[in-house]
């Protein structure tokens, strides 16, 4: 039976190639070259190219940044290719209007979503079969313990929930003294705030965050 870091390891790879085969669909469809998308996503050329080779995973900040180069939602980016029996985003749209109930829905079964690990960071996506989303659901780890193993404040437009499921998170930002969250307890905050996830338990950490009010604008301040 393959180990648990194999498996993680597996998950990180198959996530990896399908996120860059779909930025390599989107820009095509678009008729974007490399270069115009690394300056719209103020990324390196090389940094596209690997994503699209399914050879680097980025951080969920840097994603933002690709979503932006590329001209679509994050939700959009990282939407799975599976889509049989959800309405149309025509449909969607007309639901945000008013107008009708399209009953969208997306289901994750245990182990599912778009894996993405970077450095301390993990992530889950979940939901994927429906773009253009309000809320962006994704199941999270962090191995940081400390700010200089997580790396630079992450800031991005919008609001966001964190509630933890187990082990013992720490929140910190850049306009509040740190918090220490338990199991079942939760924080809703400002995205724009520079924020970090620390694991400072016995346990491993792991935590429910939601991310509302992405558009394609979004502010990528680092």
């Given at each position: 039976m393959a180990s648990r870091s194999d498996r993680l390891a597996h998950m990180e790879s198959d996530s990896s190639a399908l996120l860059g085969k779909r930025a390599k669909q989107i820009r095509l469809r678009?008729?974007?070259r490399i270069v115009d998308v690394a300056e719209r996503a103020n990324l390196a050329m090389s940094t596209i190219s690997k994503v699209e080779n399914g050879q680097m995973a980025l951080t969920?900040?840097?994603?933002?940044?690709?979503?932006?180069?590329?001209g679509v939602t994050l939700s959009e980016?990282?939407?799975?290719?599976?889509?049989?029996?959800a309405p149309t985003d025509a449909q969607g749209?007309?639901?945000a209007q008013g107008t009708t109930i399209t009953g969208r829905r997306a289901i994750s079964r245990l182990n599912e979503g778009l894996y993405v690990k970077a450095?301390?960071?993990e992530y889950w996506y979940l939901c994927n079969d429906i773009a253009?989303?309000?809320?962006l659901p994704m199941l999270g780890r962090s191995n940081a313990k400390t700010?200089?193993?997580?790396g630079p404040l992450i800031r991005h437009q919008?609001?966001?929930?964190?509630?933890?499921?187990?082990?013992?998170?720490?929140?910190?930002?850049?306009?509040?003294?740190?918090?220490?969250?338990?199991?079942?307890?939760?924080?809703?905050?400002?995205?724009?705030?520079?924020?970090?996830?620390?694991?400072?338990?016995?346990?491993?950490c792991r935590f429910l965050v939601v991310c509302s009010g992405l558009t394609d604008a979004d502010d990528h301040r680092r």
């Open positions: 678009k008729k974007l969920y900040d840097r994603l933002l940044r690709l979503s932006r180069g590329l980016l990282v939407k799975a290719d599976r889509n049989a029996g749209a007309e639901a450095g301390p960071k253009q989303r309000a809320m700010l200089d193993e997580y919008g609001e966001e929930f964190v509630f933890v499921l187990s082990g013992e998170l720490e929140m910190r930002t850049e306009l509040y003294q740190p918090v220490r969250l338990k199991p079942g307890e939760s924080m809703y905050f400002d995205s724009g705030m520079g924020h970090a996830y620390l694991s400072v338990g016995k346990e491993e």
